[in-house]
């Protein structure tokens, strides 16, 4: 069973997230982890095929387990976005999901189809409103920007452009 652990910046344990209220694991491999605008905690558990998140104490809220019945969510990268959206890379369908931050599916913000392939991880830079896109299969970056700021940030789908930095 895999958990969680929170350090303040001296090195104090703050927390360890590791149980629901009922005593039940909520991890067993996790992988990627990102804190959201509101406190939650955010995991990807590869071996659970689920994105789990917690509340700031530690409490679950939520699984993400995919938009549809169809396929199963292989979650690697996350990050959050500056709309507190949960951006979450899916190897097996080659693309990202967006969901908001009470775990609703919105949408697949990069497939295939803008040149993703085995997205692995994700970094969001809330300055320039730019998303990065590792590549476990091609050993590249690609740099999207999918929201825009005008005096509000708005949504830009699909995304206007796109860069391939090879590493």
């Given at each position: 069973m895999g958990k969680v652990t929170q350090y303040n910046v001296t090195r104090q344990q703050i927390?360890?997230?590791?149980s629901n209220n009922k005593g039940q694991g909520l991890?067993?491999?996790p992988m990627y982890i990102t804190e959201n605008r509101n406190g939650d905690v955010i995991v990807s558990d590869f071996w659970r095929y689920a994105v789990v998140v917690t509340d700031c104490e530690g409490r679950y809220?939520?699984?993400y387990r995919g938009d549809t019945s169809e396929s199963r969510l292989n979650p690697r990268g996350i990050c959050t976005d500056a709309l507190s959206h949960i951006l979450v890379c899916d190897e097996d369908t080659h693309s990202v999901h967006m969901i908001d931050k009470?775990?609703?599916f919105l949408l697949r913000i990069l497939?295939?189809?803008q040149g993703i392939y085995k997205p692995a991880g994700?970094?969001?830079d809330e300055k320039a409103h730019l998303l990065l896109v590792g590549s476990r299969w091609k050993n590249c970056v690609y740099v999207y920007r999918y929201i825009k700021r005008k005096n509000k940030l708005k949504y830009l789908y699909p995304p206007?452009?796109?860069r391939e930095d090879i590493l």
């Open positions: 927390q360890t997230i590791q991890y067993k491999t809220r939520f699984s009470d775990g609703y497939t295939q189809k994700l970094c969001y206007l452009e796109m």
